[in-house]
């Protein structure tokens, strides 16, 4: 059974930064594309950023250049450094992977920068 469990979400000023870690049970991340989303409120989810399973990246145009994915194989975690956060970085993030066509989603951790 694949799981993904989001965690280091939290409350953060302006300027900012969080480390947001992805740990995954039930396949070896290695083998699999990973991807880092998000959902402010009344908002769709967006793909903030996206690794192969080769380490290429990929990110949307806000975050280029404050955040940077990555992976972990031997803890089987993918992680989102953020950077010089701002208010509009505020949102669920979620972690996904997509495996036979079938998306999984963790359960989100909350990010909120404000002052």
């Known amino acids: 059974q694949v799981q993904l469990v989001e965690s280091g979400g939290g409350l953060v000023q302006p300027g900012g930064s969080l480390r947001l870690s992805c740990a995954a049970s039930?396949?070896?991340?290695?083998?699999?594309?990973m991807a880092w989303y998000r959902q402010a409120p009344g908002k769709q989810r967006e793909l903030v950023a996206s690794?192969?399973?080769?380490?290429?990246?990929n990110y949307a145009d806000s975050v280029k250049g404050r955040f940077t994915i990555s992976r972990e194989y031997t803890e089987n975690t993918v992680y989102l450094q953020m950077n010089s956060l701002k208010p509009e970085d505020t949102a669920v993030y979620y972690c996904?992977?997509?495996?036979?066509?079938?998306?999984?989603w963790g359960q989100g951790t909350q990010v909120t920068v404000s002052s």
């Open positions: 690794i192969t399973s080769r380490g290429g990246t």
């Open positions: 039930g396949i070896n991340l290695s083998r699999y594309a």
């Open positions: 996904n992977t997509i495996i036979d066509l079938l998306h999984f």
